[in-house]
Each structure stands twice: as C-alpha cells, then as structure tokens.
C-alpha cells in the first residue's frame, strides 16, 4: 500500500525556516516525479513544487520561488522542501504526493508562520 508521511512543520516566525521531509513507501520511489501541496485554513489546494524522478528538474509556485527548495534522496525514498524566508501567506498544512498515485495521500505537516 502506497503510505506518505510528512513531518518537520511546526511554529516558526517570519523570516525563518523549516525542513519538511517525506518519506515514501509501497511504490519504486526513484520511478516517480513527486510534488508538493499546501492547503491554507479556508482555502483550497495550491501546488507548490514539484521534482522529477532523479532530482535533475524542479518546477516552483511563482510564491516560493527563489525562497523554496525541493529536492530528493531515492536511496531514502524522501524528498525534501527547504524553507526560507518565510512568510505569514505560506501557514498551511503541507502534503507531498504523487501523481502517479493519484488517490493516496499523507496527514500532511502543518506549518504556522506567526510572530
């Protein structure tokens, strides 16, 4: 069964930074282009970013970039974002997925950006 679960969000001020991680199973990892999702309270789904199947291309949401990094380790069956900068619009709860899989999905990471 294909499982996602992400961690590493948490309560951190504008201008600062987390790491979310997503570790991976039931599937060949390495096969996949794999993205990332946010949802702000009371909005919907918006893609943030996204890496191909061996971290050669990324592809970011005109907000994050230049603030965000996607990246991957296949030999972990983890892909990463790198969060900088960070700012009060970017609180969600933050999911990785693959598209490929279209309907599993993880509990996601909830990220709050507040002084």
């Known amino acids: 069964e294909v499982q996602l679960v992400e961690s590493g969000g948490g309560l951190v001020q504008p201008g600062g930074s987390l790491r979310l991680s997503c570790v991976a199973s039931?599937?060949?990892?390495?096969?996949?282009?794999m993205i990332w999702v946010r949802q702000a309270p009371g909005k919907g789904p918006e893609w943030v970013s996204s890496?191909?199947?061996?971290?050669?291309?990324?592809y970011y949401a005109d907000s994050v970039k230049g603030r965000f990094t996607i990246s991957r380790d296949n030999a972990k069956n983890t892909v990463y974002l790198q969060m900088n900068s960070l700012k009060s619009e970017d609180t969600a709860v933050y999911y990785c997925?693959?598209?490929?899989?279209?309907?599993?999905w993880g509990k996601g990471t909830l990220v709050t950006v507040s002084s």
């Open positions: 890496i191909n199947s061996n971290g050669g291309r990324t």
């Open positions: 997925h693959c598209q490929s899989y279209a309907s599993f």
């Open positions: 039931g599937f060949t990892f390495g096969d996949y282009d």
